[in-house]
Each structure stands twice: as structure tokens, then as C-alpha cells.
């Protein structure tokens, strides 16, 4: 005979059994009137919720950025590059909720309620990250061959890029070949990515895995924590001005490439402020057919539709909108400056989206002087 115990322990499986057995129609199945009265009540909670005022419009607004942010921690989907005809571009005067307007014509600078929700995440987060970035500096004082290349103090920086991407709703999609970008990845390399937005510098940390060196402008030596991050990070600060800095620069890069250390470079050399691909300047590609290190181009999509020119923050979220596609590597041995010039190029335009291409209608001085005078990006 069965014992008690046993006869106990089989009750709760005898009764899930006994659930699964019966038939919709029975009294553990909800009754037709008990399914109108859901069907009810959601409709009613749908129409209570559309009648919401414009003001707890803005709220929820803020609110879905956190909800957002959270569904997006595990991690960026891997999905194929964004379609040749997708465009998120905003127009200044359709901006939604814009709070602050500064500036005139052209040169006139919005901020909306996305803007001041980037700028609480900035606020918060900051603080964090430049006491972090400030221990280390003080350890390295003390222990100097500790990190020589920085490649924990740069890391310092892409976690907090990635989760401040992640916060404010704006991680980009990712494709290509990202398993080369793992680990050390490839060894002594260049990366070069389009150049439209101040979001493309935390947006190409969601992809670079091993340590890098930025070479970027002298002027972002003073920015708040990106200034500590480059200057601490031994990464090149360049002064476009002066010849001298250019020479110590290439010199620099050389340096750096031979220890092993890979590169990141925008070879436009500024942000264009149209979303379009700009002409190149060859200071990148000729270090890397000097040392032959290989090439890898890395295309950033609708980075400027989510911080235009016109903004002085991120005016809508990026997600499901930014991507950044990892190209396989260019070699550089045995090829010409030029040929390297289009071969990045081509790889650019094969996965950038029409409305970031370069203006076929109009030379290349037209369109960097159209730049001053509209942040439409349509030719």
C-alpha cells in the first residue's frame, strides 16, 4: 500500500492532470460573459489611457525612455544593415516638446524634453565615471607600469558610453563581422568610421572590444570627462592648425601601431553636419599604408537624424533607428593611398542609407559650403 506521504505529495500532479483533461467548456475555463466583461474593461482602460493630457503625454515620453532602457541591458540585437530607403530625419520646426530654443537663423540650437532627459543621464552618470577615470590616474602616479597602454582606464570609458547609450534609449543595432572585433581582435589595425554626430564617439565603444587609440581634435581635450578620458588614455589629440602637432601626431600613430595598438580615426575629419559622406583627408590612410597595418571600416546609419546639427542634445531616442556595421578587413599592402580612399568609400555607400550618401548633384566644395547654410540632409 501506498504510504500517506506519498499519497500527499501526488495530489498537486493528480490535479494539474485533472485540469489539463478537461474540456474549455468546463467550470476552470472562463464562461462567455466573464470574457466579455475582459474584453470590456480593456477597451474602457484603451480609451481612458488615449485621453490622456498632453502633459502626461510628455511624462509618459520620459517614463517610456525608462522602460526602453531597461528591455535594451541584455543586449544590442544583431540585425542586417537598415534599409536604403530609411530616413529619421526631423525637420527643427516638427521637433516634439521643445523646451529651449537658443541662437538665431542657422546657427539657432533646440533643446526638447529627450534633450533634458539625455542631459539628467549625463548629470547622474558623469560624476561616476570621471571619480573612476580619477583613481586610476592616481594609481598610475603611484604604480607606473601598471596599465601602460590604458587599456583598463579605456575601458573605464566604453562602460560607461555603452551604459549611457542604454539609459537614454539610443543603443545601436549591430551587424557584420563582429566576432573579428572580440577579444584583442586583430592585432595592429586602423578603424575608420562616417563622421555625423557627436554620438558616433560612444557608439563605435559598443563595437571595439580591444584596446584603441582615438585621434581626434586638440579642442576636445576641455570637454567634461571625454577630455580626462582622451589626455589620461594617451589617446592622439591632433591641432589641425599647426603643422608641428600634425608631424608629432604621425609620429604618435606610428608609435602606437607598432606596439600593437590599433587606431580609430573619422577620415572626413569633421562632422558633417548633413549626414552625408564628406570627401576624405589622407592623413589615416597613409599611416596605414606605411606600417600596412589592414583597414576596417566601420559605417555608423542616422546618427545625425538623432543628434542634428540644430540639436544641443539628442532631440529623439536612437533605438532600432542607430546601427553600425563592421565591413571585413582592407589590406593595405601593396596598394596605392587612392585605392584605399575608394576601396572605405565603396564599403561606406554599400551600407549607408540613401539619405547619407554623398550628393551626386554637387561638387564637393558645394557641399561642404551648403552645410552652412541648411542642416536639411537632402540635396
Given at each position: 500500500m501506498m504510504s500517506l506521504g506519498r499519497i500527499i505529495a501526488s495530489v498537486p500532479f493528480l490535479l494539474a492532470l485533472t485540469a489539463l483533461s478537461l474540456p474549455k467548456s468546463s467550470a476552470f475555463a472562463?464562461?462567455?460573459?466573464?470574457?466579455?466583461?475582459?474584453?470590456?474593461?480593456?477597451?474602457?482602460?484603451?480609451?481612458?489611457?488615449?485621453?490622456?493630457?498632453?502633459?502626461?503625454?510628455?511624462?509618459?515620453?520620459?517614463?517610456?525612455?525608462?522602460?526602453?532602457?531597461?528591455?535594451?541591458?541584455?543586449?544590442?540585437?544583431?540585425?542586417?544593415?537598415?534599409?536604403?530607403?530609411?530616413?529619421?530625419?526631423?525637420?527643427?520646426?516638427?521637433?516634439?516638446?521643445?523646451?529651449?530654443?537658443?541662437?538665431?537663423g542657422g546657427k539657432q540650437k533646440t533643446v526638447n524634453l529627450q534633450g533634458l532627459w539625455v542631459l539628467t543621464v549625463s548629470m547622474l552618470t558623469m560624476p561616476f565615471w570621471i571619480l573612476a577615470l580619477s583613481l586610476e590616474q592616481l594609481y598610475m602616479k603611484i604604480n607606473k607600469k601598471w596599465d601602460e597602454n590604458r587599456a583598463i582606464f579605456d575601458k573605464t570609458g566604453k562602460l560607461w558610453a555603452k551604459m549611457w547609450l542604454k539609459l537614454i534609449g539610443s543603443y545601436p543595432t549591430q551587424s557584420g563581422n563582429l566576432e573579428m572585433l572580440k577579444g584583442k581582435g586583430i592585432g595592429p589595425c586602423l578603424y575608420v568610421a562616417n563622421h555625423a554626430s557627436w554620438l558616433d564617439i560612444p557608439i563605435v565603444c559598443t563595437v571595439l572590444n580591444p584596446v584603441f587609440k582615438f585621434i581626434a581634435k586638440g579642442d576636445l581635450r576641455n570637454a567634461p570627462g571625454i577630455g580626462q578620458q582622451l589626455s589620461g588614455g594617451k589617446h592622439i589629440l591632433i591641432d589641425r592648425e599647426d603643422k608641428r602637432s600634425q608631424l608629432k601626431t604621425f609620429k604618435l600613430c606610428i608609435g602606437w601601431l607598432k606596439k600593437g595598438v590599433p587606431l580609430m580615426a573619422f577620415p572626413e575629419g569633421t562632422r558633417s553636419k548633413t549626414g552625408r559622406l564628406l570627401k576624405f583627408k589622407g592623413g589615416a590612410f597613409a599611416m596605414a599604408r606605411k606600417t600596412g597595418v589592414p583597414i576596417v571600416p566601420l559605417t555608423i546609419s542616422h546618427s545625425y537624424s538623432i543628434w542634428p546639427a540644430y540639436g544641443l542634445l539628442p532631440i529623439q531616442r536612437g533605438g532600432k533607428k542607430l546601427h553600425v556595421h563592421v565591413h571585413d578587413p582592407i589590406e593595405s599592402k601593396g596598394r596605392t593611398e587612392e585605392e584605399l580612399v575608394k576601396m572605405v568609400r565603396d564599403a561606406f555607400c554599400s551600407t549607408l542609407p540613401e539619405c547619407q550618401l554623398p550628393a551626386q548633384t554637387k561638387t564637393a566644395q558645394e557641399e561642404e559650403a551648403s552645410q552652412e547654410l541648411s542642416d536639411d540632409p537632402r540635396p
Open positions: 472562463p464562461s462567455p460573459s466573464s470574457q466579455q466583461q475582459q474584453r470590456h474593461h480593456l477597451q474602457q482602460k484603451q480609451e481612458n489611457r488615449q485621453q490622456q493630457t498632453p502633459w502626461l503625454d510628455c511624462f509618459g515620453h520620459v517614463f517610456h525612455n525608462v522602460k526602453t532602457s531597461r528591455t535594451m541591458l541584455q543586449s544590442s540585437a544583431l540585425v542586417a544593415a537598415p534599409d536604403k530607403e530609411s530616413n529619421f530625419w526631423i525637420p527643427m520646426e516638427k521637433v516634439k516638446f521643445s523646451l529651449i530654443k537658443l541662437g538665431k
